[in-house]
C-alpha cells in the first residue's frame, strides 16, 4: 500500500502492524513480523519521518500508527503531483509533435512575402516548366501584368481555367488571342475556389492573401496537399466552359455548317457568364450589335430565350473541342492573373 507512496516494503509492513494493533513496542513488532530489530527501528525511523507513526513517552517507547485520513490525504496530494506532471508532460509532447511537424512541413511549404517574391516566383515557375502549366485564375492582378509577354516553352502543355471577372478586364481577350499557341486550352468559371499556378506536377504557387498591403503566398512541393489541389483543378476544368477564340485560318468542321468561329466565341463568352457590356468591349462594337448577334444566334438555335440557346448549344455540341479552336494561349494575360 504505502510503496505507491514511495515507503520500503518494509516500512509498509512494519505500519500495516502497527495500524493493526493500540500501539507496539519495537521488540513486539521484532517478534511478531520476524524483522532484526536493527530492520524495525530503520523502517519505524523512515514512518515517522514521513508522520505515519508517532511514539509515546512510556518506557520502553511504544510506536501508534497516525490514522487512515492521513494517507488518504497523502494519496490526494500524489494523484494532484501525478496529473500536474501529466499536464507538463502533456505539454511537452505537444511541443515535440508541432516541431516534428515543422521540421517535415519545411519541405513541403515556402511562404512567400511580398509582391516582388510573388512575381519572382510566378516568372521562374513559368520559365521552368518542362511538360504542364496548370492556372486557375481569378483577380486581383498582384503581381504580373497583362502587357508582359510570360511564356512557357513550346513543348508545354498548358491548362488554364479563368473566372469569369477576369476576363471583364480591358484587354483581356486580346493577350490570350496575342500569345495563342496551339499546345494548350483555356476554360471559363464562374467562381473559382482559389488562385493557383501548378507546373509539372511538382510545386504549387497558392496566394494566401490578395487585397493586403503585403501579399503572401505559399509554394507547395509535393504532399498529399499538392495532390488535393491537381485534384481539385481537374474537378473545376470538368465543370468550366470551354473559351473560343476567333481563329480565321482553322479549318471548318461539323459545326461550321451551323456557327462561324465569331458565333462561337461569342457564344463562349456569353456562356461563361460576361455581360453584354464586356462582350461589347472585347468585340469592339456596341451593346446593340451583341445583341442583335445574339438574337441571330437565336433565330439559328431556334429558340426564344438565352436559356433555351445555351442549352441548345449544348445539345449540338456547338462548343466542344472539334467544333472550334480553343483559346490555347497561357500566355500575357494568364501569367498577368495567376496570383
Not at 493500540?22 to 536493527?38: F, M, R
Not at 481563329?247 to 455548317?257: I, K, M, R
Not at 469592339?284 to 441548345?312: D, G, P
Request: net charge negative.
Amino acid at each position: 500500500m504505502l510503496t505507491a507512496l514511495g515507503a520500503t516494503e518494509t516500512e509498509d509492513r512494519v505500519y500495516c502492524f502497527v495500524a493493526t494493533t493500540v500501539s507496539a513496542t519495537c521488540k513486539e513488532i521484532n517478534s511478531t513480523t520476524g524483522l532484526s530489530e536493527d530492520v524495525v527501528r530503520g523502517a519505524l525511523a523512515g514512518l515517522r519521518q514521513r508522520g505515519l507513526v508517532s511514539q509515546t513517552s512510556d518506557d520502553p517507547v511504544r510506536y501508534v500508527a497516525s490514522s487512515p485520513g492521513t494517507i488518504e490525504a497523502m494519496i490526494s496530494n500524489r494523484l494532484r503531483e501525478l496529473r500536474e506532471a501529466q499536464e507538463v508532460l502533456d505539454s511537452i509532447a505537444d511541443k515535440r509533435r508541432a516541431g516534428q511537424l515543422s521540421g517535415q512541413a519545411a519541405g513541403v511549404f515556402e511562404v512567400v512575402h511580398g509582391q516582388q517574391a510573388l512575381r519572382h516566383h510566378a516568372l521562374h515557375l513559368l520559365h521552368t516548366a518542362q511538360s504542364e502549366v496548370l492556372n486557375m485564375i481569378k483577380p486581383p492582378v498582384i503581381a504580373v501584368q497583362s502587357s508582359e509577354r510570360v511564356l512557357p516553352g513550346n513543348s508545354v502543355h498548358n491548362r488554364a481555367i479563368f473566372e469569369t471577372g477576369a476576363l471583364e478586364a480591358p484587354g483581356a481577350l486580346d493577350a490570350i488571342r496575342a500569345g495563342m499557341p496551339s499546345h494548350g486550352e483555356v476554360r471559363v468559371h464562374s467562381k473559382l475556389p482559389v488562385k493557383m499556378l501548378a507546373i509539372d506536377r511538382c510545386v504549387a504557387l497558392v496566394p494566401l492573401t490578395q487585397r493586403d498591403t503585403t501579399p503572401v503566398g505559399v509554394l507547395i512541393y509535393q504532399s498529399a496537399v499538392l495532390d488535393g489541389l491537381l485534384a481539385l483543378f481537374e474537378y473545376v476544368w470538368d465543370r468550366a466552359v470551354m473559351l473560343h477564340m476567333v481563329d480565321p485560318g482553322g479549318t471548318s468542321g461539323a459545326a461550321d455548317a451551323a456557327l462561324s468561329p465569331e458565333d462561337r466565341q461569342l457564344l463562349s463568352l456569353l456562356m461563361a457568364g460576361l455581360t453584354d457590356e464586356a462582350i461589347a468591349a472585347h468585340f469592339r462594337v456596341s451593346v446593340r450589335t451583341v445583341q442583335r448577334k445574339v438574337h441571330a444566334l437565336m433565330e439559328v438555335a431556334n429558340v426564344r430565350t438565352r436559356m433555351q440557346l445555351a442549352w441548345e448549344a449544348a445539345r449540338q455540341d456547338w462548343l466542344s473541342a472539334a467544333g472550334g479552336m480553343p483559346a490555347a494561349g497561357l500566355g500575357p494575360a494568364i501569367a498577368a492573373v495567376q496570383i
